[in-house]
């Protein structure tokens, strides 16, 4: 797993659950777009996403994973339609938590938790995403 914050541009709004397809900003992989969850807040000053790298696969993933400080990703518009309607119990398998990583961020700032439940599941230890030790 691994967390990226990054610059966000004015004026971009989201709702928690939203997601947006990310690029790199390389002339080989700007056109590769692939769906990531916002796991920051809209009123966050930047843009936060929890991703989980593949170094197995040739892929975007594993070319995520090789980033480092100053390299630019591409974000565009968000969408999505995981978005919060009212109390009940949540569930996620995988990485499918992360949409629900921004809406408990958000009742949590609003004093809203109250009886909301999230139940996630994970194929092993090492995949669990924000793991508290």
Known sequence: MKRFIVQKPKGYKF??????????NSPVLQNEKRPFTF??????????????????H?????ELGRLEQGDELIIRDAWGAIEYK????????GAGVTPFIAV?????VENKIANNKLIFTNKSESDIILKVI
Do not use: C, M, W
């Open 58 to 62: 040739n892929g975007v993933t594993k």
């Open 86 to 93: 009212g109390e009940g119990v949540f569930t996620a398998g």
């Open 104 to 108: 408990f961020r958000q009742l949590q």
């Open 15 to 24: 709702s928690p659950g939203q997601a947006t397809e990310v690029s790199i």
């Open 39 to 56: 796991t920051s807040l809209n009123d966050s000053e930047h843009l936060e996403f929890t991703i989980k790298i593949y170094d197995s």
